[in-house]
């Protein structure tokens, strides 16, 4: 079955940097496109950003362009959100998604990853 | 970025209730609509993709309606594993974005 585990959240001092994993497994990662989706306490979800299935193209939140930069190793199943200049705003549990099925939307999302931007 | 409202932001119900959410773009986003269920600790679940298609395995009393600007999701007997918190999305085209929720609460 598909399984996505998120690893790398912490706390981390504002202007810091933190790389976030997406291990994927049950499914063929290459042929897939990926996105980051996080959500701060109580608050709605925020789509974060997105990779094409080749790594060919990428789109940015507007909150987070110039900032982060989404990548993914088709050799290894595993998917990346490079998160550089962070700010107290950018605390929020952090998920990796992917459209699975015919949907096209989000259907499969990991467990979550905690970030904690903060002095 | 496409805005999406949503309404109402908070609401109580019964088990067995009809109950009705709406959502609206600020333009138009054809059919390229989402409804998504949470539940505290939780990632979202998807229920209904391209406003009105159910998504396999969710239970037929979720569905959804609308095009354009203006969507539904409406769950025709609520269920007590149904409380829980609603979000719209719209995919048509980058950024997407998330309405603001409705907190779906016991009476």
């Known amino acids: 079955q598909v399984q996505l585990v998120e690893s790398g959240g912490g706390v981390v001092q504002p202007g810091g940097p933190l790389r976030l994993s997406c291990a994927a497994s049950?499914?063929?990662?290459?042929?897939?496109?990926m996105h980051w989706v996080r959500q701060a306490p109580d608050k709605r979800p925020e789509w974060v950003a997105f990779?094409?299935?080749?790594?060919?193209?990428?789109y940015y939140a507007d909150s987070v362009k110039g900032r982060f930069s989404i990548s993914k190793d088709n050799s290894k199943n595993i998917l990346y959100l490079q998160m550089d200049s962070l700010r107290t705003e950018d605390t929020a549990v952090y998920y990796c998604?992917?459209?699975?099925?015919?949907?096209?939307?989000?259907?499969?999302w990991g467990q979550g990853t905690l970030v904690t931007v903060s002095s | 970025a496409i805005q999406m409202t949503q309404s109402p932001s908070s609401l109580s119900a019964s088990v067995g209730d009809r109950v009705t959410i709406t959502c609206r773009a600020s333009q138009d986003i054809r059919n390229d609509l989402g409804w998504y269920q949470q539940k505290p600790g939780k990632a979202p679940k998807l229920l209904i993709y391209?406003?009105?298609r159910l998504q396999s395995g969710v239970p037929s009393r979720f569905s959804g309606s609308g095009s354009a600007t203006d969507f539904t999701l409406t769950i025709s007997s609520l269920q007590p594993e149904d409380f829980a918190t609603y979000y719209c999305?719209?995919?048509?085209?980058?950024?997407?974005?998330f309405g603001q929720g409705t907190k779906l609460e016991i009476k």
């Open positions: 998604a992917t459209p699975i099925s015919v949907s096209g939307l989000f259907d499969s």
């Open positions: 999305l719209h995919d048509y085209t980058y950024p997407y974005t």
């Open positions: 990779i094409r299935f080749d790594g060919t193209n990428k």
């Open positions: 049950g499914f063929n990662f290459r042929d897939y496109g």
């Open positions: 391209a406003a009105s």
